[in-house]
């Protein structure tokens, strides 16, 4: 569909419904200078299978990430995600891509990240059945009850909250910070005025010990396998795999 068609339409909708949101399932850098809010960002998740299943450098996201902003209007936004229903019916659910810690480290990442975070159809209580675009599957909202699923569903419920109370997470600017394990570990700070938050996310199924170049103490907000230190104008980390902290400085 051309363009311009898009960019008429969101003229003649806005005015009916100020409210209005349009998702673009595509990548047209041209496609959010008028017409769309926020786009799929398929090449994300692409990169993402990348390092886990190719073995590709947690870099890489970083690299791709000011590609696609440099790409981009400022304020250009994309949906970060593991799984949407255009992929679950061919074998490539989170948990197998990435395994059930690496799909955890990556969803926190992409809460932490700008953009709009997605969940598809039962991940939040780690529905991992098979699906089908077809069928309708409803979310199995009684398994929730269950250890596994009940632990999975606190951690989306936190994540939810810290996007709610945080205005760091969806209005501050991304700032990434140097480590000395960048081809295993993610970090970077989403900042608001004087308010930081820190995420370190190790992309690695092994231990990592990482110096990440920031002063300063922050205060745990949501972590796991993580255990930080504090020396020389530096945080260290120590790392288990698929570790992840996200943290606010006090």
Known sequence: VPLDFWEEARTRLEPLRPDLVLLAEGQRKDDQ????????????????????????PASSLRALWQRMRDERPRGARFIR???NHDIVNDLLRAEVVCGERGAAVMTAVHFMLDGV?????????????????FARWPVRWEAA?????????????????????????????VVWLDNDQP???????RRAGSEEIVTVASLSN?????????????????SDGAKPSASAGKLTFDLEA?????????
Not at 117 to 131: A, H, K, M, R
Not at 154 to 169: I, N
Not at 183 to 189: I, K, M, P
Not at 242 to 250: H, I, Q, T
Request: aromatic letters at 12%; one cysteine or more.
């Open 33 to 56: 200078l008028k017409a769309f809010d926020i786009n799929y960002s398929f090449s994300w998740l692409n990169a993402v299978h990348a390092v886990f299943e190719r073995g590709q």
């Open 81 to 83: 995600y593991t799984e």
């Open 117 to 133: 975070p997605l969940l598809y159809n039962g991940q939040e209580i780690g529905d991992t059945s098979l699906q089908s675009i």
């Open 145 to 173: 009850c269950l250890p596994k699923a009940k632990a999975i569903f606190a951690f989306h419920q936190k994540l939810c909250q810290l996007r709610r109370t945080e205005l760091a997470l969806t209005s501050g600017e």
């Open 183 to 189: 081809d295993a570990v993610l970090s970077f700070l």
């Open 206 to 222: 092994r231990k990592v010990k990482v110096q990440i170049e920031l002063p300063g103490k922050f205060n745990p907000l949501v």
């Open 242 to 250: 698929f570790a992840y902290l996200v943290g606010k400085r006090p």
